[in-house]
């Protein structure tokens, strides 16, 4: 096969890396939750939850008119403009402003991934249509879905870098520990 002896196209390794960046930002803020409400204490859990719950609500809407405006713009284009809206939604969370802008900023971040992701899904079948004969798609939507659930178990790799609240951890610390995670999600 094509995929297994020669590496993936150039063409798909955008699609396949935004596949796995999505669920690891998407789930940036589930596994460090109480960190994050010892950071942020204007926050409730509610607060992070809905971090969450943006991507898909906003894919449940809109996937229809933006898949049709990805298949309208083409392949090329359609990839381009998810990566930037992916990075814009990264980008935006990194600001150092206060606490309410921050807030402000996740939630329009996490608005704008789920624009992104309306695009990015239809830009993995036509990739695979594209690039792959018949006999070789199955396996590479396996892969581009395998890449998307890795993307899910790299979320949990969050606490790694972010402190958990206990007696001797300040929550400026903390907070530095969320800033560098943000970059790093960046």
């Given at each position: 096969m094509r995929f297994i002896v020669y590496g993936v196209e150039n063409a798909t390794k955008p699609i396949l890396l935004l596949t796995l960046l999505k669920l690891t930002v998407w789930g940036t803020w589930g596994p460090i939750v109480e960190s994050a409400l010892v950071a942020f204490p204007g926050w409730?859990?509610?607060?992070?939850?809905?971090?969450?719950?943006?991507?898909?609500?906003?894919?449940?809407?809109?996937m229809l008119p933006l898949?049709?405006?990805?298949?309208?713009?083409?392949?090329r284009k359609g990839t381009l403009f998810s990566i930037?809206?992916?990075?814009?939604?990264?980008?935006?969370?990194?600001?150092?402003?206060?606490?309410?802008t921050f807030t402000i900023l996740c939630h329009i971040g996490n608005i704008v991934m789920g624009v992104a992701f309306c695009t990015?899904?239809?830009?993995?079948?036509?990739v695979v249509s594209t690039w792959f004969s018949p006999d070789e798609r199955t396996t590479a939507i396996a892969v581009a879905y395998?890449?998307?659930?890795?993307?899910?178990?790299t979320m949990y790799l969050s606490p790694l870098v972010v402190r958990a609240p206990?007696?001797?951890?300040?929550?400026?610390?903390?907070r530095k520990d969320i800033t560098v995670l943000m970059y790093i999600r960046e």
């Open positions: 409730g859990p509610n607060t992070a939850a809905s971090f969450s719950n943006w991507p898909p609500l906003i894919q449940l809407l809109f898949g049709s405006f990805a298949q309208r713009i083409g392949l930037g809206l992916t990075s814009a939604s990264t980008i935006i969370r990194c600001f150092p402003v206060d606490d309410l990015l899904l239809p830009q993995v079948g036509a395998l890449l998307n659930q890795l993307g899910g178990v206990g007696d001797n951890v300040l929550q400026e610390d903390i």
